[in-house]
C-alpha cells in the first residue's frame, strides 16, 4: 500500500476515490484505471457481499443499488472524480432527490416506488433501469388495513420526546418510523386486543391477531413469553428456520469476509509498521523502549487479539479524525449572541468569549444528564466540566478587564494586567502578535530605572522577576546603579517613609544577587522555562502571574448579594456577570439535590421536590422500572400509574417498525432490536458536508491510512447493525476491529493516555498471551521492548495481580535477559516501576520460602540491576527498592554510599527486612556502616543510634562489638538476650555487665534470655537445682543447643541431662520435647527408650537432628521396628538411627515398590551417606526382601545401578543393552570403573564417531586415551575436549593427563571452551594463558567447590591464589592487600605466598577474623599467618592476650607455634575459653571444607602438639607441689579423652567413668594405655563378657580393642551390625583379630567358603584375622562383589594375606587374570591392588597403572614400590598418582624413578620439578640435575 501512494498523484479528490475503490472495489475486475495504469490496488470487496451478510434480508437492495450505481458512475467516469461531479450536476441532482423525498412523504406507495426508482435511474444515465421494491408493496398494503398511512416520516429536530434536547440543523430521518396520529390508533387497538384476549381466545390465529397481539404487550422482557408457552413447536420452528438461513448465508458470507478483513490487515501491518517503527532487540539482546501503540503493533503482528471494544477503536467516531475544517463565519455568527447595549467596547477576541458563554448560561441549557453513566465516568466527567468552567470564567473575567468593562482587580497590579491584555489581544487578532510581545518586552522593562521607582511597591511581584530571570538588567539598572539609589532617597524622603526606605526588599534581592542562588519562591519550573525563553502565552500568563478563578470571582463580585449589586450598579457588566455567576450556582444546587439515586423513599413522596426534579434525565424510568420502589410509592401517589403508563407509550413511540416487526415474533432473538432503528442520513450528510469543506490532515500516505480506517470504521458500524443475527457475526467484527486498531495507530494522541478498562484490557490481553505462549523467544522480545509500558499501565491500573504475574514471568526468564530488560529502560520508568512495587508488595504475597533455586537467582540478578541501574543510590530509592534487601548481593551492598547507610530511613528498612537476610549480608550492610565516617568511633555510639542497628549487632566485627561498654550495653540486654548472640559477643556482654564479684539472681537470669547460655557451666548448674528457675532455664540452655549456639556435648550437658532426665515426658507439650531434640543424642538410652514408638519417629525425623551414637541408635532404631511396621521411607527419615543398623532390623524392614520414582533419592542416600559395611548390608537386604534380580535393576530401578559392583553390572549390562536404553542409561552419575566398562563395551559393538560420544552423556567419562586422540585432528575435536571437560563429578586423572598432553600438541586451541572446573586443574604454564574471562570463571568455580580446591597440589594452589591478587588489580598505592582484596580472596588468602601475605592491612584483617575461622590453614602458611596475627598493629604477643583476644582468634590459635601457645598465661586459657576454641575446631572439622582440610593440607602430628599445649593448664598441675588433677565427666567433656593421660582415666570415679562411656568411644586417637585404664575400670561395670549386649559392645567402640583374646572369642559379636563396626577399627592386634574371627565363625558355626559377600564387607578390616590359607578358599566371586565395599578400606594385613586375596580376585569366577584386567577393575579392588605380587606389579602396562588409586599407592611398602615400579611406569603416573607417593617410599627410589615421579608431579614442568626436588626430603646427584636441563635444554630448542 505504501509503494502504490508514493505513486500515486497528490491530489485529494482522488485520494477519496482510492480510498472507496481499496475497500468498495468489485472482485474479478480486471480493467485498468486512473492510477497509472496499473490494477487495482489490494485487497478488493464486493458491495453486495458486504451488505447481504450484514442484513440477511432485501431491504436493503434500494441502498445496494444506490451504491453500487454511485461506483459504477465512478469507474466510468475515471477522468472525473465522482465529487466533481456531483458539483457540477448538483442542481439537477438535488432536484431528482428532492422529488423522491416528497414521493415517500406522501405516503403511497405508487409515488414512493416511482419516485425511488425514477432518481435511481437518472443516477444511472438509463431510462430502462430494474428496481425491485415488491416487500416494499406488501409491508404497505398491509399497514394501508390498519389505517397506517404514510411509511416514512421525516421528523424534524424537535418532535416528540427528545425535542428538547435534539440540535441536528438536518433533522433525523428514521425508516419507518410511526407518525404521531397512528400512536392513538395503536392505543386503541392496542386497548381492543387486550379486551379481545381477556375474554377468551389468547392464541393468534391470523397475522392480523399476530400483530395485534405483538403491539400490545406490556413490555419488551415479555416478547414472545407467553407465545412461546403456548406453542413451543411453533417457536422451535421459527428458531431452526432462522438458523438454518444464518448458518447458510452467514457462515460463508463471513467466512469470505473473514479472509478478506484478513488480507487487508496484513497490507495495513506492513504500511504501518513503517510508520510506527517497532523496537527489536539487537545482537546484545538490548531493546530501544517502546511505547503502548508500539505493543499494540507488535501484538497484532504476533497473533495477539486486543479487546478493540475497550481500546475505544470500535463504534462510530463523532467526526472525521483526519480532517482539518476551517471555522466558517456563518458558524461562528449562529453561535454568537446579541452582543449586550451595556459593554462599552467589544474588541475582535470577543468573538472567543462569545462562543464559551453559552456555557454559563445554565437556567435555559443544563448540564447533559450524567446519572446514566458509570460512577467513575461521572467523576471524570464532573471535574473536567469543572475545570472548564473555571478556566472560561477566569478568560471572560480578564477580558473584561482588558475592554474596561470593569475598572480593576482587587489584588492584581495594573502592570500585569496590561500585560496579560498584550498577550491576549495579541493572539485574538486585534493588534499584531508581533508587538503584543514587544509589550512583553521585560528586558527593556527591566533596564528602565524610572519604571523601578514607580513600581516599588505596586509590582514588587515584577522587580522580584527581574532579579531572578533577568538578573543583568536588575544589576545594571538598581544594585550597581548609583544614581538609582540617590532618586530612590529624594522619593522617599518627599514621602517622608523613612522606615520603608530602611527595610525596603529591593535591598535584599541586590544582596541575594550577589550570594547564592536561592529558590524561587514565586513561580514553578514550567513557568520559570517559558519566560527565560521568552515564549509565554496568554494561557501560561495567567497560570503562572494571576491568581486562581475564585480570587477573581471574587474581586469582582466581592461578598454582596446579587440582589444587592443589581439594585446598586444596575446594568452594569459586573452586576450582570455576578447575576449569572448566582444563577449558576444555583443550577449545579438543584443538579445536587436532584440526585435521586442517592434518596430515600420519603424524598420521593416529596412533591415539592419531585416539581424541582421533574425535568432531570431518568427520573421516571428509575421509579416505574424499580418494580420494588413503584408498588411501595404507589399506594401514596394513585396517579404515579398514569405517569408510568406514558412513559411506558413514550418509549414504545420511538421505536420503528422494524424494530415493532422484530419485537413481535415469537422467537427469542439475542440482539437489540433497538438497532434496527439507526439511519444514515444525518450522518451520510454531515460527511458530505465536511468533505466538501475541509482538508486532509499531514502527509498523502498518513492521511490515505487514516481515511481507511475511517472507511472500516463504518463497515464496523453496519456490520454491528446485525449483532447477534447471523452466525460468525463475531469472528468477523474482530478481525475487523484489528484493523481499525491497527490504521488508529497513526494518531500518536490518542493514545497518550488510557481509562482504567483499557489499561486492565491491555494487561489482560498480554498476560493470557505470556501464559499461552510456548517460544520463550517471543516472550523475552516482549518483556525486553515493552516492559516500561506494562509498569505504567500496572500503575496506572493499580493492577497487583497483573504485577504479580508479570514478576513472574521475569523470573522465568534468563539472568542475562533480565539484566538487559532493565538496564534498557529509562531511568525515570525504573523508579516509578520500584515505587509502584515497594507499596504494592505486600499484595504481592512473594514467598522466598518455595521459590525455586532459579528464581531466587533470578530475583538476585534483578536486584542486582536495579542497584546498578542509578550509579548513586539515594535514601529515596533504597526505601522503594528495600523488599529486595534479602537479594541484594554483598557486592552490591558494598558499593552503596557509606553516608547511606546511617541514613535514618535506611537503617528503618533494614531492620523491617532483618529477619529474611543472610548473615552475610549483615556483615556487608555492618562493614559499610563502619566506613562512613559519621559513625565516629564505637564507645561513642548514642543509644538511638544502638537501638537501630539492633539487628546488625550480632554481627559486628568482634573487634568493634568487645568496644562497646557497660553504659551502652546495659539498656539492650533483653533486646539482645532476645536475638541469637554467639558465644565470643555473648560472653563479652556478660563479662562487661556482671563482674566476677556481683552475683547474679533469679531475676537476672530470667533476664538475659539467650545470654544466659554463655555463663559459667559450674555457675549454671546451680541454678539448674533451683526449682524457681530450673524449667525456664533448663528450656533456654536447650533451645541455645538445638539452634548451635552451645555444644549439646559439652561441660554443660554434665548438669544439664540429670534434670532433663527427671522430667514427665508425658506431661510435656511438643514444643518443649522439640527443644530437647539437640540434647538427644547426650541422653541415656533408658530415658530415650521410656519414649513410645511414634512419638521417638516424630522427634528423630525433625531436619537438623543430630546423630546419635551407635550404641544408643541400635537400641531405638530395634525399638522402634519391633513396635512398629518400619518402613524404607521412614528409615531414610530416621537419618540420625543408621549408625545402628542391624540384621533384625533389615530383616523386619517393609519394602515399597522400588520403581517409584520418588523413592530413589530415599535410595541413593542410604547407598551414600552410610558406611561401606552397611550399604553392603543395605544391598544385600535389597535383593533377598524384595527377590529383584539383577536383570530387573535395569529396568525397575535404574537409580540403583551406581551402587552395584562392578562385577555384577558386567554380567546384566552388555553394548546392546546400552545403546537400547541410552536415553535411560546416558544420564546416570556412574563410578569412574563403571563407565570405562560401560564405554568399552559399546565401542567393542559400535565404532564411535564423537558426536556418537557425545550421545553417550556421562558414559562418555569412560572414554579411553586412545579413543580421544582418534579425533585429534578432526575440526570438533574443541567440542569433544569442551564436552568431556563438562560431565559432572569431574574428569578422571588419566584421561585428564591425556587431553593436556593433546592440548600441548596443539597449542593454538582455545582453552577457553574448557569448562572452569577442568580449567582449574591445567598446568601452571596453560592457566597462564587464559584470559581474563576464562580466569575468573575459575575464581567463581573454586568459591563454589573449594574442596576441589584443597585436592590440589600446594604449588598450584598457591599459583591459582597469587594469580587472582594480580587479577583483582588488589596493590594499591600504598602496596598493600586492602579489605575489598580481602573480601574477595575469602578463603584463597591463605595460600598467597609469603611475601604477599606480609602486605595485607592488618586494620582490614582485624575485622574478617571471624571469616577466617572457616578458612583452611595449609601447614606450609601457618609460619607467616601466625606472624601476622602476633603483630603489634593486630593483636600483640600472646604473652599479653585477654580471655577476649583468644575468643576473637577462636580455632585460628592452632596457627601458632608451641612456644607461642605455650606463652599465653593460663589465667586466660580457662576451661571455658578452651572449650570454646576446641568446639570450633571439632566443628570446622565436621565440615566439608574442614575434612578435606585436615586430610589434605593439614599436619596431624602437629595439630596433636598444639592441641595438648593448649590445655595444659586444665590436664596438668600447675606447680610442682600440687595435685594432677582427676578428671570428672565434665572436664573430659570439655576437653577429649585422649588429653589426660592413663593414669588420670584409672583415677576418674566409677560414676562420672559411666557416665562418658559413649563420650571415650568417640575418640579414636587414644593411645592402647589409655584404652586398657578404661576397659579395666569399665569391667567391673559390664560384667561378664558373655553377657554383653550388643549395644554394649557398641558403647565400647575402640576401647574393645584392650579386651583380652579370649574375652573376645566369648563375646557375643555375630550381629552384622555389630561387625560392621568393629571392622571399621584399625587398633586390632594381630591376634585379637584372630580371636574376633574365630569367636564370630564358631559362633555362627560358619566356613570359609560359605562367607558371603556382605558376611566380607562386614568384617572390614577383621578380614586380616584369617589366615592365608583360609582366604584361599574365600569364594572369589563373593569376594569380587565385596571388593566395592572394601576398596577404600586401609587393610592391615601382611603382604602374604593380601597377595592370596588378590590372587582370588584374579580367579575367572571373580574378574579373570590381572593380564586381562582393564584400568576400571584397578579402580574397583581400591586399596587392594597394593597387594599384588611383585612380578604383577612390573608386568602393568600404562592403562593398567592409569587405574591403580592414589590410596592404593601410598599403601605400597616403600620397598616394594622402588622394586616393582620402573621409572617408565612411574612417568605413566597421573599427577593425583605421584603425589601420593610417601616420603619414605621416595626416598627408596632411585634418581630416574623421583624424575620420572617427579615430572608426573608438576605433569611435565622441568623447572617446576627441579625447583620441587631442591625441596624434597633428600638431596640428588649432580647427575640428576645434569639430566634435568638437558631435558630442559631440549625443550627449549
Not at 520435647?1073 to 525433625?1102: C, D, N, V, Y
Not at 519391633?1122 to 549408625?1139: G, H
Not at 612390573?1738 to 593398567?1744: D, F, G
Request: charged share 20%; glycine share 6%.
Amino acid at each position: 500500500m505504501g509503494a502504490e501512494l508514493e505513486e500515486a498523484p497528490a491530489n485529494e479528490e482522488q485520494l477519496w476515490e482510492k480510498v472507496l475503490h481499496y475497500v468498495l472495489q468489485s472482485e474479478g475486475s480486471g480493467a485498468l484505471n486512473q492510477w497509472n495504469g496499473r490494477g487495482p490496488p489490494r485487497p478488493s470487496l464486493r458491495v453486495q457481499d458486504w451488505f447481504l451478510s450484514l442484513r440477511g434480508s432485501p431491504h436493503w437492495d434500494w441502498f445496494l443499488g444506490l451504491l453500487q450505481s454511485l461506483i459504477s458512475l465512478s469507474e466510468r467516469q475515471s477522468h472525473r472524480p465522482l465529487w466533481t461531479f456531483l458539483s457540477q450536476n448538483w442542481r439537477t441532482v438535488s432536484a431528482v432527490f428532492e422529488a423522491a423525498l416528497q414521493a415517500l412523504l406522501s405516503g403511497t406507495y405508487g409515488q414512493a416506488s416511482a419516485g425511488l426508482q425514477g432518481f435511481i435511474c437518472a443516477l444511472k444515465g438509463r431510462s430502462d433501469c430494474a428496481f425491485s421494491v415488491s416487500w416494499l408493496q406488501q409491508l404497505l398494503r398491509f399497514l394501508e388495513t390498519r389505517s397506517w398511512k404514510p411509511v416514512v416520516s421525516l421528523h424534524p429536530a424537535g418532535e416528540g420526546a427528545e425535542h428538547s434536547r435534539s440540535s441536528s440543523v438536518f433533522g433525523r430521518l428514521r425508516p419507518f418510523s410511526l407518525p404521531p396520529e397512528a400512536m392513538s390508533q395503536l392505543k386503541m387497538s392496542g386497548n381492543a386486543s387486550q379486551a379481545g384476549a381477556m375474554s377468551g381466545d389468547d392464541g393468534p390465529d391470523s397475522m392480523q391477531s399476530l400483530l395485534l397481539h405483538a403491539l400490545s404487550r406490556s413490555g419488551g422482557g415479555e416478547r414472545g413469553g407467553h407465545l412461546a408457552q403456548k406453542n413451543v413447536a411453533l417457536v422451535q420452528g421459527l428458531d431452526g428456520l432462522r438458523r438454518g438461513f444464518l448458518h447458510r448465508v452467514g457462515s460463508s458470507v463471513y467466512g469470505n469476509l473473514r479472509k478478506k478483513v484478513s488480507r487487508v490487515t496484513m497490507a495495513l501491518l506492513d504500511d504501518v509498521s513503517s510508520l510506527v517503527d517497532v523496537p527489536q532487540p539487537n545482537a546484545r539482546g538490548r531493546c530501544s523502549v517502546g511505547d503502548l501503540r508500539q505493543l499494540i503493533l507488535w501484538g497484532i503482528r504476533h497473533n495477539v487479539t486486543w479487546n478493540t471494544q475497550v481500546l475505544g477503536s470500535q463504534g462510530f467516531p463523532s467526526s472525521l479524525p483526519f480532517l482539518t475544517c476551517p471555522s466558517t463565519e456563518a458558524d461562528e455568527l449562529r453561535l454568537l449572541p446579541t452582543p449586550d447595549k451595556s459593554s462599552p467596547k467589544e474588541s475582535p477576541s470577543l468573538r472567543k468569549i462569545s462562543k464559551i458563554k453559552t456555557l454559563h448560561d445554565l437556567p435555559t441549557k443544563p448540564h447533559p444528564p450524567q446519572l446514566n453513566q458509570p460512577q467513575a465516568g461521572r467523576m471524570r466527567a464532573s471535574a473536567d466540566r469543572q475545570t472548564e468552567i473555571e478556566y472560561l470564567t477566569s478568560v471572560e473575567i480578564l477580558e473584561a478587564a482588558c475592554n474596561e468593562s470593569i475598572p480593576g482587580l482587587t489584588g492584581v497590579s495594573n502592570f500585569t494586567v496590561f500585560l496579560y491584555c498584550k498577550l491576549f489581544e495579541g493572539e485574538n487578532g486585534s493588534v499584531d502578535p508581533a508587538e503584543a510581545q514587544m509589550g512583553l518586552d521585560l528586558h527593556a522593562t527591566c533596564s528602565d530605572a524610572a519604571w523601578y521607582l514607580s513600581a516599588a511597591e505596586e509590582d514588587f511581584l515584577w522587580i522580584h522577576v527581574c532579579s531572578e530571570f533577568f538578573a543583568h538588567e536588575f544589576n545594571n539598572t538598581v544594585c550597581a546603579n548609583s544614581s538609582f539609589w540617590l532618586q530612590r532617597a529624594q522619593q522617599g524622603a518627599v514621602a517622608k517613609d523613612y522606615h520603608f526606605l530602611n527595610l525596603t526588599s529591593i535591598n535584599d534581592l541586590c544582596v541575594q544577587l550577589t550570594g547564592e542562588a536561592i529558590e524561587n519562591p514565586v513561580l514553578d519550573d514550567n513557568c520559570a522555562v517559558q519566560l527565560g525563553q521568552g515564549l509565554l502565552s496568554a494561557d501560561a500568563f495567567r497560570h503562572c502571574f494571576l491568581p486562581n478563578t475564585s480570587m477573581l470571582v471574587s474581586a469582582v463580585c466581592g461578598g454582596q448579594s446579587p440582589d444587592s449589586l443589581h439594585t446598586s450598579t444596575e446594568g452594569s457588566w459586573a452586576s450582570l456577570y455576578c447575576s449569572k455567576i448566582h444563577n449558576s450556582s444555583r443550577v449545579d444546587a438543584v443538579d445536587e439535590t436532584c440526585q435521586y439515586r442517592a434518596w430515600a423513599v420519603h424524598h420521593f413522596t416529596n412533591f415539592t421536590l419531585l416539581e424541582l426534579c421533574e425535568q432531570t434525565h431518568g427520573l421516571r424510568e428509575y421509579i416505574c422500572h424499580n418494580a420494588t420502589l413503584f408498588n411501595r410509592l404507589a399506594r401514596a401517589m394513585p396517579q404515579l400509574a398514569d405517569i408510568c403508563a406514558d412513559l411506558q407509550a413514550e418509549l414504545e413511540g420511538r421505536k420503528c417498525l422494524l424494530q415493532r416487526f422484530f419485537d413481535m415474533l415469537p422467537a427469542p432473538y439475542e440482539f437489540d432490536t433497538s438497532q434496527l432503528c439507526v439511519d444514515p442520513a444525518p450522518m451520510l450528510v454531515e460527511v458530505l458536508h465536511k468533505l466538501s469543506v475541509c482538508e486532509v490532515e499531514g502527509g498523502e500516505r498518513e492521511g490515505f491510512l487514516v481515511a481507511l480506517g475511517y472507511v472500516l470504521r463504518v463497515l464496523d458500524l453496519m456490520v454491528g447493525l446485525s449483532s447477534g443475527l447471523d452466525e460468525g457475526e463475531r469472528e468477523a467484527r474482530q478481525g475487523l476491529g484489528q484493523a481499525i486498531l491497527l490504521s488508529s495507530l497513526l494518531d500518536n494522541t490518542s493514545w497518550a493516555t488510557l481509562q482504567p478498562e483499557a489499561s486492565t484490557s491491555v494487561l489482560h490481553t498480554v498476560g493470557v498471551f505470556l501464559r499461552r505462549e510456548q517460544n520463550a523467544t517471543l516472550k523475552e522480545d516482549l518483556l525486553s521492548c515493552f516492559s516500561p509500558v506494562l509498569w505504567d499501565l500496572i500503575q496506572l491500573d493499580d493492577n497487583s495481580s497483573a504485577l504479580r504475574f508479570l514478576l513472574q514471568e521475569y523470573l522465568q526468564m534468563p539472568r542475562d535477559s533480565i539484566r538487559t530488560l532493565v538496564m534498557s529502560a529509562e531511568k525515570d520508568a525504573v523508579k516509578r516501576f520500584l515505587s509502584h512495587m515497594h507499596q504494592s508488595w505486600d499484595k504481592l504475597q512473594v514467598e522466598t520460602d518455595q521459590a525455586s533455586q532459579k528464581e531466587l537467582q533470578a530475583m538476585e540478578t534483578m536486584t542486582a540491576a536495579f542497584i546498578h541501574k542509578f550509579p548513586r543510590v539515594t535514601p529515596e530509592l533504597f526505601v522503594d527498592l528495600s523488599q529486595f534487601i534479602p537479594y541484594m548481593s554483598v557486592s552490591d551492598i558494598m558499593s552503596f554510599p557509606a553516608s547511606l547507610i546511617v541514613n535514618d530511613s535506611v537503617l528503618t528498612a533494614i531492620r523491617d527486612h532483618s529477619s529474611e537476610m543472610k548473615s552475610l549480608q549483615k556483615k556487608a550492610f555492618v562493614k559499610r556502616l563502619l566506613q562512613s565516617s559519621v559513625v565516629g568511633d564505637v564507645p561513642t555510639w548514642p543509644p538511638y543510634f544502638l537501638s537501630s542497628i539492633l539487628p546488625l549487632l550480632p554481627y559486628l566485627p568482634v573487634s568493634h562489638f568487645q568496644q562497646l561498654t557497660s553504659q551502652q550495653l546495659t539498656p539492650l540486654v533483653e533486646l539482645l538476650g532476645n536475638g541469637s548472640l554467639d558465644g565470643v559477643r555473648g560472653r563479652h556482654v556478660l563479662r562487661t555487665l556482671y563482674s566476677r564479684q556481683q552475683n547474679l539472681t533469679r531475676e537476672n537470669i530470667l533476664r538475659l534470655g539467650v545470654l544466659a547460655c554463655y555463663l559459667d557451666p559450674v555457675e549454671l548448674g546451680s541454678f539448674l537445682q533451683d526449682s524457681a528457675v530450673s524449667s525456664a532455664l533448663w528450656q533456654q540452655l536447650a533451645q541455645c543447643m538445638s539452634k548451635g549456639l552451645i555444644s549439646t556435648s559439652g561441660r554443660l550437658s554434665s548438669w544439664l541431662i540429670p534434670v532433663v532426665e527427671t522430667l514427665n515426658v508425658s506431661s510435656m507439650t511438643p514444643h518443649e520435647l522439640s527443644t530437647l531434640s539437640g540434647l538427644f543424642p547426650q541422653l541415656r538410652a533408658s530415658f530415650l527408650l521410656s519414649f513410645p514408638s511414634q512419638l521417638l519417629m516424630e522427634i528423630l525425623s525433625q531436619p537438623g537432628s543430630q546423630r546419635h551414637p551407635p550404641a544408643q541408635a541400635f537400641q531405638m532404631l530395634s525399638k522402634i521396628s519391633k513396635d512398629t511396621s518400619l518402613t524404607v521411607e521412614t528409615l531414610c527419615r530416621l537419618k540420625t538411627l543408621l549408625s545402628g543398623l542391624s540384621s533384625a532390623v533389615l530383616k523386619d524392614l517393609h519394602w515399597s515398590e522400588i520403581s517409584e520414582a520418588e523413592h530413589c533419592q530415599c535410595w541413593k542416600m542410604l547407598l551414600t551417606e552410610l558406611q561401606p559395611a552397611h550399604r553392603a548390608m543395605i544391598y544385600n537386604a535389597m535383593q533377598e526382601t524384595l527377590h529383584i534380580y539383577l536383570q530387573n535393576i535395569t529396568q525397575r530401578a535404574h537409580c540403583l545401578l551406581p551402587f552395584i559392583p562392578l562385577r555384577k553390572l558386567t554380567e546384566i549390562l552388555d553394548g546392546k543393552t546400552i545403546l537400547r536404553n541410552v536415553s535411560l542409561y546416558r544420564d546416570i552419575r556412574w563410578s569412574t570403573q563403571q563407565a570405562q566398562v560401560l564405554f568399552k563395551k559399546i565401542h567393542q559393538l559400535k565404532n564411535l564417531t564423537s558426536k556418537m560420544a557425545s550421545d553417550l552423556g556421562q558414559i562418555s567419562s569412560g572414554m579411553s586415551c586412545d579413543f580421544l586422540r582418534l579425533f585429534s585432528n578432526d575440526t570438533n575435536f574443541a567440542e569433544l575436549l569442551q564436552f568431556v571437560s563438562e560431565q559432572p563429578g569431574g574428569t578422571r586423572p588419566a584421561l585428564r593427563k591425556c587431553i593436556i598432553e593433546e592440548l600441548r600438541q596443539q597449542p593454538e586451541m582455545n582453552l577457553s571452551a574448557l569448562s572452569p572446573g577442568f580449567a582449574a586443574t591445567l598446568p601452571v604454564t596453560m592457566i597462564e594463558e587464559l584470559s581474563n574471562a576464562s580466569f575468573r570463571a575459575i575464581l567463581d568455580h573454586i568459591q563454589t567447590h573449594f574442596a576441589d580446591f584443597l585436592r590440589m597440589p600446594h604449588y598450584k594452589q598457591t599459583n591459582l591464589a597469587e594469580r587472582a591478587l594480580t587479577e583483582l588489580g588488589s596493590f594499591r598505592a600504598e602496596w598493600e592487600i586492602d579489605g575489598t582484596t580481602l573480601d574477595v580472596l575469602g578463603p584463597l588468602l591463605p595460600f598467597l605466598d609469603r611475601d604477599s601475605l606480609a602486605l595485607v592491612d592488618r586494620g582490614a584483617l582485624a575485622l574478617r577474623l571471624e571469616e577466617m575461622r572457616t578458612f583452611c590453614l595449609p601447614k606450609e602458611a601457618l609460619r607467616d599467618i601466625s606472624a601476622l596475627f602476633t603483630q603489634k598493629d593486630l593483636l600483640g604477643e600472646p604473652s599479653q592476650w585477654q580471655v577476649g583476644d583468644v575468643e576473637h582468634l577462636g580455632r585460628l590459635v592452632f596457627s601458632l607455634s608451641t612456644k607461642q601457645i605455650n606463652s599465653i598465661p593460663l589465667s586466660v586459657l580457662n576451661r571455658d575459653t578452651v572449650e570454646q576454641v576446641l568446639l570450633g575446631q571439632s566443628r570446622w572439622e565436621d565440615s566439608v571444607v574442614g575434612g578435606v582440610c585436615v586430610t589434605q593440607c593439614t599436619d596431624l602430628q602437629r595439630q596433636r602438639r598444639m592441641t595438648q599445649s593448649l590445655v595444659r593448664g586444665i590436664v596438668k598441675a600447675r606447680s610442682r607441689r600440687a595435685k594432677v588433677p582427676v578428671p570428672s565427666c565434665a572436664d573430659v567433656r570439655g576437653t577429649f579423652p585422649s588429653a589426660w593421660t592413663s593414669t588420670q582415666l584409672s583415677r576418674m570415679s566409677q560414676e562420672d567413668l559411666n557416665e562418658c562411656v559413649e563420650v571415650f568411644a568417640q575418640d579414636a586417637s587414644m593411645s592402647s594405655e589409655q584404652r586398657r585404664a578404661l576397659w579395666l575400670k569399665l569391667r567391673k561395670t559390664f560384667g561378664r563378657v558373655r553377657e554383653l549386649r550388643a549395644d554394649q559392645v557398641l558403647a565400647l567402640g575402640p576401647v574393645v580393642t584392650e579386651m583380652g583374646e579370649r574375652d573376645l572369642q566369648d563375646a557375643s559379636l555375630t550381629d552384622p551390625g555389630v561387625l560392621a563396626h568393629l571392622g571399621t577399627l584399625t587398633h586390632w592386634s594381630p591376634k585379637k583379630t584372630r580371636a574376633v574371627v574365630l569367636g564370630v565363625m564358631r559362633k555362627r558355626k560358619l566356613k570359609v567358603e560359605q562367607l558371603t559377600a556382605v558376611d566380607l564387607a562386614t568384617f572390614g578390616n577383621l578380614v586380616c584375622g584369617f589366615y592365608p590359607s583360609e582366604i584361599k578358599r574365600m569364594s572369589p566371586y563373593n569376594l569380587s562383589v565385596a571388593v566395592l565395599f572394601l576398596r577404600e578400606t586401609s587393610l592391615p594385613c601382611t603382604e602374604q594375606q593380601m597377595e592370596e586375596l588378590t590372587s582370588r580376585l584374579s580367579r575367572p569366577e571373580a574378574f579373570g587374570p590381572v593380564s586381562a584386567w582393564g584400568p576400571a577393575v584397578f579402580t574397583e579392588i581400591g586399596t587392594l591392588a597394593a597387594g599384588l605380587e611383585d612380578m604383577v606389579l612390573s608386568a602393568l602396562v600404562q592403562e593398567q597403572v592409569e587405574g591403580i588409586t592414589p590410596v592404593a599407592i601410598a599403601l605400597m611398602s616403600p620397598k616394594k614400590m622402588a622394586v616393582v615400579f620402573s621409572a617408565v611406569q612411574m612417568s605413566w603416573l597421573s599427577a593425583e598418582q605421584a603425589w601420593a607417593v610417601t616420603d619414605e617410599q621416595w626416598a627408596q627410589l632411585d634418581a630416574q624413578q623421583k624424575h620420572a615421579v617427579g615430572l608426573a608431579r608438576y605433569e611435565g614442568d622441568v623447572l617446576l620439578e627441579l625447583r620441587g626436588r631442591n625441596s624434597a626430603p633428600s638431596a640428588d646427584s649432580l647427575a640428576t640435575y645434569s639430566l634435568a636441563l638437558c631435558l630442559l635444554l631440549m625443550q627449549l630448542i
